[in-house]
């Protein structure tokens, strides 16, 4: 049970499935309540995971393996810490899996990891749980309402990801 399925994120993280993807798996499995916050630990648990596993491969490595293009990403976590972490979660810019790995080989504290993570990927999360579960419900049982809640919620959902990438992306 739930062993199995914070170890997929774990998994999943090591062969790049996108965490976006394991976060519906959970919400259909699971209900938007308990996947929600079940979604929230997995994404935690391989987040940390490619993190201490950057760290102890070194920048170097990892360069040597994600490729040049991951400087850029590398000094902007370097040098934004904190910020730069909550930002790559609230848009995810560069891969999940490709951002852990990143953060640990830099001198970005473990803690500040963590708390932007959890920080930039909760609002995500939960507009995705909502999203899966009003879209379940207009598949099972359209009407009106249902289809309409769905349109209200997408509406909303993109409103505010247009409104945080022009905040975010204009710093």
């Not at 049970?1 to 994120?9: D, N």
């Not at 972490?85 to 995810?92: A, E, G, H, K, T």
Request: with cysteine.
């Amino acid at each position: 049970g739930l062993f199995m399925l914070l170890s997929g994120y774990v998994v999943g993280g090591f062969i790049a499935i996108p965490v976006t993807l394991l976060i519906v798996v959970t919400v259909i499995a699971c209900g938007a309540w308990l996947g929600a916050p079940l979604a929230l630990a997995g994404s935690l648990l391989s987040a940390v995971t490619l993190f201490t596993l950057g760290r102890a491969l070194g920048r170097y490595r990892v360069q040597q393996f994600a490729g040049k293009r991951v400087a850029h990403l590398s000094r902007r976590l370097a040098e934004r810490g904190l910020w730069a972490i909550l930002m790559v979660r609230i848009l995810p810019i560069a891969p999940f899996s490709l951002v852990n790995l990143v953060a640990g080989s830099t001198a970005l504290s473990l803690r500040h990891f963590i708390l932007g993570t959890m920080l930039g990927m909760a609002p995500g999360i939960v507009v995705t749980a909502a999203l899966v579960d009003r879209l379940e419900e207009a598949v099972r049982e359209p009407s009106p309402m249902a289809v309409t809640l769905l349109g209200l919620l997408i509406a909303s959902a993109w409103v505010v990801a247009w409104y945080l990438s022009r905040r975010l992306l204009a710093r």
